[in-house]
């Protein structure tokens, strides 16, 4: 009987040890299982958290800009987006909206698409300021209606046409026609376009209507390029190639007619050059322009023809803050925006004008801006006079394609021209898609 229940207890015993035996073997087992899952899990982790820093990277490099030359029109990465954003994409999206790294791209990294995209900007005037007479235009207006194709038809090989519906200057149809021209890919750095596009000229006179924050650019465009686009052809590119300095750092060289949108009608050619570097870290961009050539002098008049202009202009970004600066100063322009030339009252031979801007913004949340600007034109060539204006104003993003904005403006007397506003109060809606 003892012998039976030694033997009990030692199958009891044996039965025990096996099934703790086999729970540690499998408590041991399931802890390894645990570890390889925590293992593998930070390795995802880790892939996601690097992908994400790649994706960071890249758009800030898309914010910084890798193509090299010609385009208003921003790239996918450049849209709107919407309030709910993550932080690092809000604020490579604040960088982008300051630095504006599509600033003179080309086609090429955009594919030619038989969908085209349509731009619409309807603006409320109200308020003219003092003197502003028939400068002035209240009430509701359609400011801009755009349709554009752009993009790569080949590896080599890029093309443009942007067709405007706002009404042209005397009825005219040449102006209805905004960008035409084609483009060649000659490497990996370096571009050649022809055609009628925007001049390569500063920052304020190549960004895109659909990215400004005010209602028009500075007076100094519309006075020394009005229209923003000329007829000719440009070479441009990147050093990149040679790395150190030389990355993102853009040149643009080309010759135009000089006669805006309109046939040529001094046989003469202007030249423009530009160089813009950008810079990582801070976020800031620095560039600078000239323009050499000749202009019309009216009938019976002689002296100085040159048409010679000379900018420079930077962009800032430093977390919810930027700061954009432009000055551009040459000859007074002898004629105004017209087919026929129409000589400004003003002008003489020899004379010269100066102009510039100082622009702040600041973002309350990823749809919400504020921002404040003071312009300037000395030397009007319509009056002779000195031209200052004061705007502050409220930028709203409403989804991913549309922005409305309210401007109010403090200014000295009326400007002339091509793009001016007359008015001290301006609520502007536009859609891009």
């Given at each position: 009987?003892?012998?039976?229940?030694?033997?009990?207890?030692?199958?009891?015993?044996?039965?025990?040890?096996?099934?703790?035996?086999?729970?540690?073997?499998?408590?041991?087992?399931?802890?390894?299982?645990?570890?390889?899952?925590?293992?593998?899990?930070?390795?995802?982790?880790?892939?996601?958290?690097?992908?994400?820093?790649?994706?960071?990277?890249?758009?800030?490099?898309?914010?910084?800009?890798?193509?090299?030359?010609?385009?208003?029109?921003?790239?996918?990465?450049?849209?709107?987006?919407?309030?709910?954003?993550?932080?690092?994409?809000?604020?490579?999206?604040?960088?982008?909206?300051?630095?504006?790294?599509?600033?003179?791209?080309?086609e090429r990294e955009?594919?030619?698409?038989?969908?085209?995209?349509?731009?619409?900007?309807?603006?409320?005037?109200?308020?003219?300021?003092?003197?502003?007479?028939?400068?002035?235009?209240?009430?509701?207006?359609?400011?801009?209606?755009?349709?554009?194709?752009?993009?790569?038809?080949?590896?080599?090989?890029?093309?443009?046409?942007?067709?405007?519906?706002?009404?042209?200057?005397?009825?005219?149809?040449?102006?209805?026609?905004?960008?035409?021209?084609?483009?060649?890919?000659?490497?990996?750095?370096?571009?050649?376009?022809?055609?009628?596009?925007?001049?390569?000229?500063?920052?304020?006179?190549?960004?895109?209507?659909?990215?400004?924050?005010?209602?028009?650019?500075?007076?100094?465009?519309?006075?020394?390029?009005?229209?923003?686009?000329?007829?000719?052809?440009?070479?441009?590119?990147?050093?990149?190639?040679?790395?150190?300095?030389?990355?993102?750092l853009y040149y643009?060289?080309?010759?135009?007619?000089?006669?805006?949108?309109?046939?040529?009608?001094?046989?003469?050619?202007?030249?423009?050059?530009?160089?813009?570097?950008?810079?990582?870290?801070?976020?800031?961009?620095?560039?600078?322009?000239?323009?050499?050539?000749?202009?019309?002098?009216?009938?019976?008049?002689?002296?100085?023809?040159?048409?010679?202009?000379?900018?420079?202009?930077?962009?800032?970004?430093?977390?919810?803050?930027?700061?954009?600066?432009e000055f551009a100063?040459?000859?007074?322009?002898?004629?105004?925006?017209?087919?026929?030339?129409?000589?400004?009252?003003?002008?003489?031979?020899?004379?010269?004008?100066?102009?510039?801007?100082?622009?702040?913004?600041?973002?309350?949340?990823?749809?919400?801006?504020?921002?404040?600007?003071?312009?300037?034109?000395?030397?009007?060539?319509?009056?002779?006079?000195?031209?200052?204006?004061?705007?502050?104003?409220?930028?709203?993003?409403?989804?991913?394609?549309?922005?409305?904005?309210?401007?109010?403006?403090?200014?000295?007397?009326?400007?002339?021209?091509?793009?001016?506003?007359?008015?001290?109060?301006?609520?502007?809606?536009?859609?891009?898609?």
């Amino acid at each position: 009987m003892r012998t039976l229940a030694a033997l009990l207890l030692l199958s009891g015993s044996i039965i025990a040890n096996a099934q703790q035996a086999d729970r540690d073997r499998r408590l041991k087992e399931m802890e390894r299982k645990l570890e390889e899952a925590t293992r593998q899990l930070d390795q995802v982790n880790g892939v996601i958290q690097a992908l994400r820093a790649e994706m960071s990277r890249l758009k800030g490099e898309e914010i910084e800009g890798d193509g090299p030359a010609g385009s208003p029109v921003a790239a996918p990465a450049q849209r709107p987006v919407a309030s709910g954003q993550p932080p690092s994409d809000r604020a490579a999206r604040f960088i982008e909206q300051v630095i504006g790294p599509g600033v003179g791209s080309d086609e090429r990294e955009n594919q030619l698409s038989a969908r085209p995209e349509i731009f619409i900007q309807a603006r409320y005037s109200a308020a003219p300021i003092r003197d502003a007479g028939s400068e002035f235009e209240p009430n509701i207006g359609l400011t801009r209606i755009e349709t554009r194709w752009a993009g790569k038809i080949s590896a080599r090989l890029g093309a443009g046409l942007e067709i405007q519906y706002h009404p042209a200057i005397d009825g005219s149809p040449e102006e209805l026609v905004n960008d035409a021209f084609i483009e060649s890919y000659l490497n990996d750095h370096l571009t050649l376009r022809a055609g009628q596009f925007i001049k390569p000229f500063g920052f304020d006179i190549q960004q895109s209507s659909a990215l400004r924050e005010s209602p028009e650019r500075g007076m100094f465009a519309g006075y020394f390029f009005p229209g923003q686009r000329d007829r000719g052809f440009v070479v441009s590119g990147d050093l990149g190639s040679l790395g150190g300095a030389g990355k993102k750092l853009y040149y643009y060289i080309g010759a135009f007619n000089g006669n805006r949108f309109f046939a040529d009608n001094n046989r003469q050619l202007n030249y423009v050059a530009r160089v813009r570097k950008i810079f990582d870290w801070p976020h800031l961009a620095l560039g600078v322009s000239a323009q050499l050539g000749k202009q019309l002098l009216p009938g019976g008049v002689s002296g100085d023809r040159a048409e010679n202009v000379f900018g420079f202009d930077f962009q800032y970004a430093a977390g919810r803050f930027g700061l954009r600066g432009e000055f551009a100063a040459g000859n007074t322009p002898s004629t105004l925006l017209s087919i026929e030339p129409g000589f400004a009252p003003a002008f003489r031979p020899g004379a010269h004008s100066s102009g510039g801007h100082l622009f702040a913004t600041y973002e309350i949340s990823a749809a919400d801006n504020v921002y404040a600007r003071y312009d300037q034109f000395n030397g009007d060539p319509v009056t002779g006079r000195n031209i200052r204006a004061f705007n502050f104003g409220y930028l709203r993003r409403m989804g991913e394609f549309s922005r409305l904005g309210f401007d109010y403006q403090l200014k000295n007397r009326p400007s002339f021209n091509d793009d001016a506003v007359n008015g001290r109060f301006h609520i502007k809606w536009g859609i891009e898609f």
